[in-house]
């Protein structure tokens, strides 16, 4: 299974081997979406995992004893709720329904049924979709 990641990193760590100790010790595949990381100053990593469910579970709690902070993220996808004018065009581009409009026609979005294909950024026609990587 794949996930989404965003570690932040105390000061104390920014010279560790994180992403190392995560593919020797827990057999994962990282990919590097975003990294921001200077020494001596905090730093944060946006990674995708890919591996057993057990191996990422164990990992995320070897990342929290070493003192890294990790959020869960189920998309990089945001909308900006500001910006949307509810007009629906980026729900007949998303074939998984990751977002519907509601009865109140306002547009919904399901992040858990999100693959992260980034199709719907360019149908909102007022750039109110973005991705966070
Ligand atoms: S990124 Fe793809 S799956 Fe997710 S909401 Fe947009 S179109 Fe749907
Ligand atoms: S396409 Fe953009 S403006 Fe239209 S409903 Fe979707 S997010 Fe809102």
Known sequence: MK?????????NLTGEPITYTLIKNYDLKINILRASIDYNIEGSLFLEVDGLEEKINLSIEYLKIV????????????INEDECVNCGACTSICEVGALTMSDDW?????KDRCLDCKLCIKACPVRAIASIV
């Open 67 to 78: 003192g890294v902070k990790v959020k869960v993220i189920k998309t990089a996808i945001t």
């Open 106 to 110: 306002k547009i919904s979005f399901h």
């Open 3 to 11: 996930k989404l990641l965003l570690l932040s990193f105390p000061t």
